[in-house]
């Protein structure tokens, strides 16, 4: 089987858009195609904001029909939102999303329980209001009998099997990164019933064949297998970073900015804690030891309040206001809901005493350099934390095709970036699905065929870093 597996759909799904894509793979190619991208439009219903997840796995079947005949199927997605299904396995409503408000002042019960540094040196998570764990405290989970991640359960409805994966179920907040298994102290202490997950598995099991019903509509000929990927889709992309060796920083950039380093070993001190620096899981036995930075989120909620201008045209205004005028805390979770950015943005310069962006282009320039600090800050803190120096950033995902963003970067750490590739999250997908039928070596060997075959930009440092720390020290004295 190993010699005919060639050709792989990559179901790839973001916060703001989903994609199927196509990944044909050979001993020295590695071809990426769209078959099928789709809006990801969450929805306000009187009870909160929620995820159209029927149109999601409406857009899965359409691309899957898209993409034609394919060998295997992987499904990655962002993290921490789940579906909950009664005994009959029928969905229990549509998943809450992470921007929903019903997780405010739940970390601050939590705490009371397991002291949030005791919560920390057992699952090694940053606090983020969302974590599945403040999610399942808040939830009322009346008749549930099976959660599912997002990315398990589409392929639970594609599948009819259940499965929960690891590199995602490590976003919880329940998983212990040193066993790479479930911390069952703290589900105990807070109430929490670990036997709602489906048991867990590996990025390249496998995760079931498609459905007949699935294969008659989408046209496909059986049996097709189903394969378990890096399904966070950060794993998926940080398996995609085209780097040699182990001194390389990686930040993948799109709605979120996640920025940091891959490790053998969790960094679990209480100094990492106060840094807000997270122990995901990763491919073999690694773990993503990283920040999530607000992101491109800043500049897509800007550009979506002004009217959605000609972006090209925007940063190239942008690149002509002055460097550092005004810079804001790029992780501060006050951006965290929709609305409002660019008066949020102004907001936040005014009480810092900065002055204040007023045009598209200000603004924009304000939140490229802000996400540019924060991208060193991180950058600069991993190192220092974890013990583990680097000679390169590589950029992956959406921002490199931000190259002021890129270059920013490159200017405010120091350090050369590599940019690229821009759809890492898919091609991790398809490496993990053509390493499970043998096409494709250890985590290395993906690597090193990704970077003969992937178009790669390499930005070199510019002047000096002295402003990006004195911009740096305004920003911790505001």
């Known amino acids: ?63 899957l029909k898209a993409a034609g005949q394919v ?6 997605s962002w993290a921490v939102d789940y579906g909950l299904l009664d005994a009959d396995g029928a969905l229990l409503g549509n998943p809450v999303h992470y921007r929903d408000s019903r997780t405010e002042g739940v970390a601050q019960k939590v705490w009371a329980t397991v002291p949030a540094p005791e919560l920390y040196a057992a699952t090694g998570l940053q606090y983020a209001p969302f974590n599945t764990l403040y999610q399942l405290v808040a939830d009322r989970l009346t008749g549930a009998r099976r959660l599912l991640l997002i990315p398990d359960l589409l ?24 066993t790479r298994g479930w911390s069952y102290d703290i589900a105990s202490r807070l109430g929490i019933d670990l036997g709602l997950f489906a048991p867990l598995r590996q990025p390249g099991d496998p995760a079931g064949l498609l459905r007949p019903e699935v294969l008659e509509e989408t046209g496909l000929e059986g049996p097709l297998p189903v394969t ?14 085209p780097a040699s060796g182990e001194r390389f920083a990686y930040i993948c950039t799109g709605t979120w900015s996640l920025a940091g380093l891959e490790l053998d070993a969790p960094v679990l001190t209480e100094e990492s804690r106060a840094a807000n620096f997270t122990n995901e899981l990763g491919l073999d036995g690694t773990v993503r030891y990283l920040r999530n930075i607000m992101g491109l989120w800043l500049l897509q ?32 979770p006050v951006f965290l809901p929709p609305g409002r950015m660019p008066e949020r943005i102004a907001e936040a310069c005014r009480a810092s005493g900065q002055p204040v962006p007023v045009s598209p282009a200000e603004v924009t320039r304000c939140i490229l350099d802000s996400l540019a ?47 690229g ?5 898919a091609l991790g997908n398809v490496l993990v699905q053509a390493r499970a039928h043998g096409l494709v070596g250890d985590l290395a060997g993906g690597r090193e065929l990704l970077t ?18 004195e911009a740096q020290a305004r920003l911790a004295g505001a």
């Open 301 to 332: 909620e800007c550009v979506r309040a002004w009217g959605d201008p000609d972006l090209g045209e925007l940063l190239l205004d942008a690149a002509k206001v002055p460097a550092l005028r005004s810079v804001v805390d790029a992780s501060d």
């Open 155 to 178: 392929t639970y409805w594609l599948t009819g099997e259940q499965g929960t994966e690891l590199t995602n179920a490590s976003t919880t907040q329940l998983i212990d990164p040193r």
């Open 421 to 425: 590739p821009t759809e890492a999250a």
């Open 71 to 76: 060998d295997s199927v992987g499904i990655d």
């Open 452 to 469: 003969r075959t992937q178009p790669l930009t390499r930005y070199e440092p510019q002047g000096d870093t002295a402003r990006w720390r």
């Open 373 to 419: 600090l924060a991208h060193r800050k991180a950058v600069e803190e991993a190192q220092r934390l974890s013990d583990h120096p680097v000679d390169v950033v590589h950029v992956v995902g959406g921002g490199t095709r931000n190259a002021l963003l890129c270059q920013l970067t490159a200017d405010a750490c120091g350090l050369p970036v590599v940019a």
């Open 1 to 63: 089987m190993s010699g005919s597996v060639t050709s792989y759909a990559a179901v790839d799904l973001g916060a703001s858009s989903g994609r199927v894509m196509v990944g044909r793979v050979g001993p020295d190619s590695l071809e990426l195609t769209e078959a099928h991208r789709f809006a990801n439009r969450p929805v306000r219903l009187p009870e909160g904001l929620r995820w159209d997840i029927l149109s999601l796995y409406g857009g899965v079947l359409d691309g």
């Open 228 to 241: 378990a990927v890096g399904s966070h889709d950060t794993a998926s992309a940080v398996a995609a970073v």
